[in-house]
């Protein structure tokens, strides 16, 4: 493998290992569901415009090579980010 910085899905992997406050399990869950169910929804609403008369084996093959590797490379990735700062963030007193 080549030199430089390792892909935003290791670094969080490596991130989620370190962390003593990681999020749960279900909280990972719901995070990558919100990652793939917009993705999902758009690209089948896609391919059933652009490609009607394909099987729907063919539709899921397509849709699951794209989806897939953009929700675990990219979109899980930032959106732990987000959460992680959420939860780091500072909250207001309450008086």
């Known amino acids: 493998m080549g030199e430089g910085n390792p892909p ?22 719901i995070i990558t569901w919100v990652a793939i169910f917009p ?9 059933t ?24 490379y990219l979109a899980v990735p930032r959106l732990l980010r987000i959460h992680s700062k959420m939860r780091r963030a500072p909250t207001a007193q309450r008086h």
Do not use: C, N, Y
């Open 8 to 29: 935003a899905a290791e670094k969080v992997d490596d991130m989620l290992q370190r962390s003593p406050s990681a999020p749960s399990v279900h909280v990972r869950a």
């Open 39 to 47: 993705m999902a929804a758009i690209g089948m609403t896609i391919l």
């Open 49 to 72: 415009i652009f490609a009607p008369t394909w099987p729907p084996v063919l539709k899921a093959l397509v849709l699951t090579a794209f989806v897939v590797p953009t929700a675990v």
